[in-house]
């Protein structure tokens, strides 16, 4: 129980780690300033399967340009929204078509970072709660495992 335990900690607080950093960025880009952009190109990706038999996940892929202080950007927003089915992931795409033009917010501190959809994204929510509920549920197993 205690070894199971750990597991859980021991991934629950890697993916907590990683998933602070983007939503620390998704959270800060909900401020930042805004430019108009022009979307160039708009795809849908076969993400890799690694194991046999598994639903294929398919990400959708928006590139996007803008200029800030005259210096042209380029932006894409991908995968961070990977979906598990081809319908889905095409929906996230419906707003968008190559030379539509977009909102596109930039971080201040560095123009070149940037996307068309700022804030937390459901995905990057879910992930977060997953994690912390194993972290959780691997810290009771611990304690349990110590306690008897």
Do not use: C
């Amino acid at each position: 129980m205690i070894a199971i335990g750990l597991l859980l900690v021991t991934f629950g607080t890697a993916f907590l780690w990683k998933e602070r950093l983007n939503l620390r960025k998704a959270w800060a880009s909900q401020g930042w300033p805004t430019t108009q952009g022009r979307v160039l190109a708009v795809s849908l990706s076969n993400v890799p399967v690694r194991a046999k038999n598994l639903i294929p996940t398919y990400a959708p892929d928006v590139q996007y340009t803008y200029t800030v202080d005259g210096q042209r950007h380029e932006g894409t927003l991908a995968n961070e929204r990977a979906s598990g089915s081809h319908r889905r992931a095409s929906a996230m795409l419906s707003p968008y078509a190559p030379g539509q033009q977009v909102a596109v917010a930039y971080d201040p501190d560095d123009p070149a970072v940037s996307t068309i959809e700022p804030g937390p994204h459901r995905d990057s929510m879910i992930r977060t709660t997953i994690a912390g509920i194993g972290l959780l549920i691997g810290l009771v197993l611990v304690y349990v495992g110590i306690a008897s």
